[in-house]
């Protein structure tokens, strides 16, 4: 009787000896692309938070006194050190603006994203995404009134 079981568990154990390729062939392709998604959707967020930082930073310095110049090479210099040759892709609309009648500084910038990875061609090349970011500051200077009274 005990033969007969040591037999059966081994012809089981044939039967099943390329079960775990088969299993690996099926999975593999599976987590690549889980993987590549995963990357995508990591530098689509840093992309995002570069371009957000750009411009929060560039509106505080003209805030601050700065000229709109600075402001503009502050963007530039993020963008760069933050995305690298991405940024030449990544460079958009990006619009700073002083508001004299608010005291304020209003920055925009909307920045279309390009997949580095090619993902975009496996959709269908029809994701079309934006970066966008939007700052406000006021002003750092000292006025003496309401808005175009002085006294």
Known sequence: MMAWWRRAAARLRR??????????????PVMMLLLLLLWEFSLFWWSRMVVSTA??????????????????????EVLDAGIGRMADQHRGDFSLVIQPGMRSVRAAANVPYHWPTGLEALMGNE????????AFFRLERFFGGPPGVFE
């Open 15 to 28: 039967a099943q000896s390329g079960q775990g390729y088969v299993e690996f062939v099926i999975v593999l």
């Open 55 to 76: 411009t929060f930073e560039s509106a505080r310095r003209v805030a601050a006194g700065q000229s709109m110049a600075v402001g503009y090479a502050v963007y530039n």
């Open 127 to 134: 994701v079309d995404l934006h970066l966008k970011a939007s």
